[in-house]
């Protein structure tokens, strides 16, 4: 069993920035493929951000140049750093980690993330 932690979110202008954190605790030898996913209200939820064991990471077009993933492996956590938001990235955001043994992917509980003046 994989626990996720995630922490960070909260209210910022237009403009602004803030740092996700995601910490996985249980069984994690097999955690591959770590990212953060986001899901606004009515809609279904998208990938932001992904990053692998090796260090490669890919982004969604809408965030390409604004975000940076990055991962710590001796702590097992990973991070989204957002600047320059804008309110369309409003949304709460999910940490995911992919099992690549199990073939499963686990999820955090959310965090909300609002931008807005």
């Known amino acids: 069993q994989v626990q996720l932690v995630e922490s960070g979110g909260g209210l910022v202008q237009p403009g602004g920035s803030l740092r996700l954190s995601c910490t996985a605790s249980?069984?994690?030898?097999?955690?591959?493929?770590m990212g953060w996913y986001r899901q606004a209200p009515g809609k279904q939820r998208d990938m932001v951000a992904i990053?692998?064991?090796?260090?490669?990471?890919t982004y969604a077009d809408s965030v390409k140049g604004r975000f940076t993933i990055s991962r710590d492996n001796v702590k097992n956590t990973v991070y989204l750093q957002m600047s320059s938001l804008k309110p369309d990235d409003t949304a709460v955001y999910y940490c995911?980690?992919?099992?690549?043994?199990?073939?499963?992917?686990?999820w955090g509980q959310g965090t909300q993330v609002t931008v807005s003046s």
């Open positions: 995911g980690m992919y099992n690549s043994y199990l073939k499963t992917t686990y």
């Open positions: 249980g069984s994690i030898s097999s955690i591959t493929i």
């Open positions: 990053i692998q064991s090796g260090g490669i990471s």
